[in-house]
């Protein structure tokens, strides 16, 4: 493929930070509320993850016919965003509705933190940051070990927002063989990129926002916290790896959508949809994605809406994408005409 690269303005890193947070955050006084119920379906998973050496969890929301039956059924994996978790798509979102909704789908929900899915170059303070790993070995291991999935290619989807939409993009490319779509929305498709052009400048890697630096911020980490409840993995603080994520300009470039994508042959790129809201700054990054993808024949989907980085472009999307990207997986099992 020819290789394109035009230069879209710079996000600013905090754009993530209070998204979730700000809906979420209570007045200083106020009675914490009781969590809602959760949605038809859904169910929460805790298991050991050896890539991450932690107990984590993940929501799944099965097919009201699961119990009753005896058939497999594809799995779309929904990646959340910074500073979220696993359980904003399900819960907040709306999306444990629309798996509902179409009925024979499996839908798995994981956590990895502020990680940005990748497999961190160095982990300090005991930790094990291969977050990479985490989703693609251990989660979709226990996942096609527990469940009665189609455990292959055809019959897998990943998606995300934000931070997610980086995520679902960037291992779908690298792993192209184990997902048969993939889809960002409002995704933060330039991160590694722009990390790559920071460590070239010699500029530090962004410092997370502690919780210690806002009250309201630490209020709603606190009510958040309960709702989570992984251990030593719960509070944003806890959250952020030790660590360093990319040593090197070659390792972030290794990350890096608007290359990986030229890494891998056309015959062999998952399906791909994109969207992004109008009034979000992160538009310009898939627009950007869209004209390599354009320039070089590949057939991609592409949506753009009014609205901003928030969770009510995401109600919005959710069910967009993921009939999609249902209806990509059916046709690849062969289910459809």
Request: charged fraction near 20%.
């Amino acid at each position: 493929m020819k290789n394109y690269n035009i230069k879209t303005r710079p996000f600013l890193a905090q754009l993530f930070c209070a998204l979730v947070i700000t809906a979420l955050t209570l007045p200083a006084q106020a009675q914490a509320p009781e969590p809602p119920a959760l949605p038809d379906g859904l169910q929460t998973v805790s298991f050991f993850s050896p890539s991450v050496g932690r107990q984590m969890k993940f929501d799944i929301v099965l097919p009201a016919d699961y119990e009753s039956s005896d058939k497999r059924y594809p799995v779309l994996y929904l990646l959340h965003g910074y500073m979220q978790n696993y359980t904003v798509w399900g819960r907040n979102l709306g999306a444990a509705f629309y798996a509902r909704e179409l009925g024979d789908l499996i839908l798995v929900m994981p956590d990895a933190g502020n990680s940005w899915y990748i497999n961190w170059a160095q982990s300090e303070n005991g930790q094990r940051n291969n977050w990479e790993d985490h989703l693609i070995k251990d989660v979709i291991s226990y996942v096609d070990g527990n469940y009665r999935t189609e455990a292959c290619r055809e019959g897998r989807a990943i998606a995300g927002l934000s931070m997610g939409g980086y995520g679902a993009i960037m291992l779908g490319l690298k792993h192209p063989d184990m997902f048969v779509s993939m889809a960002s929305t409002s995704g933060a498709l330039a991160h590694a990129r722009n990390r790559a052009e920071a460590i070239g400048a010699g500029q530090p890697a962004p410092r997370p926002r502690s919780t210690s630096e806002s009250p309201e911020l630490a209020r709603a980490d606190e009510f958040i916290s309960q709702i989570i409840d992984i251990p030593g993995f719960s509070k944003q603080d806890d959250r952020n790896p030790a660590g360093v994520d990319f040593a090197t300009v070659e390792q972030a470039q290794a990350h890096d959508p608007f290359q990986m994508i030229y890494n891998v042959p056309k015959s062999q790129l998952p399906h791909i949809y994109l969207d992004s809201g109008m009034e979000d700054d992160l538009i310009n990054a898939a627009l950007e994605f869209m004209q390599i993808l354009l320039i070089n024949d590949v057939p991609f989907e592409y949506m753009q809406a009014r609205g901003r980085h928030n969770s009510e472009y995401w109600r919005r999307s959710v069910g967009h994408f993921m009939s999609i990207q249902y209806e990509v997986m059916h046709r690849a099992l062969g289910h459809r005409p």
